[in-house]
C-alpha cells in the first residue's frame, strides 16, 4: 500500500491564489511584550565596525513593532 502526503489530497489552487494564514496575537507575542532588544555588528577581531550598533532592517522593524519589542540604541 502506497501512502501519500496530506498536501496531495487538498485540491490545488487556482488563479494565483496562495493560502494566507493571518497574523494572529499568540504565545510568542506575549513572551516578547515588553522586551528590549540591541543589535550589534559581529566582525572578525580587529575590524573597527565589530560590537557597532546597527539598526533593524524595514521588514525586522515592522515585526519587532508588532511584538512589542523596543529596539535600543
Given amino acids: ?21 493571518s497574523a494572529q496575537p499568540g504565545p510568542g507575542q506575549g513572551g516578547a511584550l515588553g522586551a528590549r532588544l540591541r543589535l550589534v555588528r559581529v566582525r572578525e577581531p580587529g575590524d573597527p565596525a565589530h560590537g557597532t550598533g546597527q539598526q533593524p532592517c524595514r521588514s525586522c522593524t515592522a515585526l519587532l513593532d508588532w511584538f512589542g519589542v523596543e529596539v535600543l540604541p
Avoid at 500500500?1 to 494564514?21: D, I, K, Q, W, Y
Fill in 1 to 21: 500500500m502506497v501512502r501519500r502526503a496530506r498536501t496531495a489530497l487538498r485540491p490545488p489552487v487556482r488563479g494565483g491564489a496562495r493560502r494566507r494564514r
